[in-house]
């Protein structure tokens, strides 16, 4: 993607050009609203017989999250969002429910987050068959053998090397890469009829497990007060059958260094215009420095 090409939302026409889309898909009530428009999507509301529907394009750089998502819909449908259409940059899905975050800020009920979080897991181990597919999509490999040369690639890589090395080693062979979504925090989980369904797959990567626990840990952590390492050794139960729980634990911690850099990488993949990453606090270099806190000490677990 080159750096601060036009979005296509951006252009003249674009949401009547969506809305002729959609109407191949599905029987509107009412007019596409567009609600976001940013530098990672467009989404927009769509009224229909059966409920409300959400269309959402994506950037090329990003244009893998429709497939994506069908992908991963099919084989756990009760966990990601009903997909009825998607091509290219282009998906439309049914209503999820009501964002989690919305929910407990108005002092709602939701599921504990210690089963959340192993939720999560079930859901990462469940996805395993699915990396090549995702590979075959356009998802970031990010597999822990390539962190190495992928952090070369963002400023400061020969400062990190040694340490990213050893994170890496660190996390061992037990546990198999699969499709990691990195933002599975409660502004990206939404719930109906006691299911939390998991959206916004632009976020996914390839690679370990624990890479993906930065921001679900310090959420879970703000919203409970509770100790990181007790949520933490929920969401590692699932994987009791890889290793034992101090195994775990010890490669979790490598995981949750390597998760910072997964998320500048990431970010630098969108190859934002320098004002729209400055108005976002430049996430690039935000999450190295948070990578450089988290191996030296001073950002412990659940503050990431």
């Known amino acids: 993607m080159t750096r601060g090409a036009p979005l296509a939302w951006d252009e003249p026409g674009w ?45 090329p750089a990003l244009a893998f999250e429709p497939s994506l998502t069908a992908v991963l819909s099919a084989r756990r449908p009760d ?23 919305t929910q407990l800020d108005e002092g709602g009920a939701a599921p504990p987050w210690e089963s959340l979080l192993a939720q999560q897991a079930e859901l990462q181990l469940d996805l395993v068959p699915d990396t090549d597919a995702a590979l075959t999509l356009g998802v970031l490999d990010a597999r822990p053998g390539l962190l190495e040369e992928l952090s070369d690639e963002l ?28 933002e599975a925090h409660d502004g990206n989980l939404f719930v109906a009829d006691g299911r939390v369904r998991l959206l916004d ?42 290793a034992p729980l101090p195994q775990l634990r010890e490669a979790f911690a490598h995981g949750y260094l390597l998760g910072t850099l997964v998320r500048a990488l990431s970010w630098n993949v969108l190859a934002m215009p320098p004002e729209v990453s400055a108005g976002l606090g430049d996430p690039v270099p935000s999450w190295l420095e948070v990578f450089v806190g988290v191996s030296d000490g001073t950002i412990t677990l659940g503050e990431a």
């Open 15 to 59: 949401l009547d050009r969506a809305t002729e889309w959609v109407d191949r898909h599905v029987q509107r009530t009412g007019p596409v609203e567009l609600v976001l428009a940013r530098a990672w999507s467009a989404v927009a509301r769509v009224p229909t017989a059966d409920g409300e529907a959400w269309f959402k394009e994506a950037p």
């Open 79 to 101: 966990l990601l969002p009903e997909v009825i259409a998607h091509e290219g940059p282009r998906l439309l899905t049914r209503d999820a429910g009501r964002r989690l975050r």
């Open 155 to 182: 400023p400061g890589g020969e400062d990190r090397r040694d340490a990213v090395r050893r994170a890496v080693e660190g996390l061992g062979e037990a546990v198999p890469a699969t499709v990691v979504h990195t």
């Open 201 to 242: 797959w632009a976020e996914a990567v390839v690679s370990h497990p624990f890479v993906g626990m930065v921001l679900p840990l310090r959420f879970a952590a703000e919203r409970t007060g509770g100790s990181p390492e007790r949520l933490c050794d929920a969401y590692l139960e699932p994987f009791a059958r890889f």
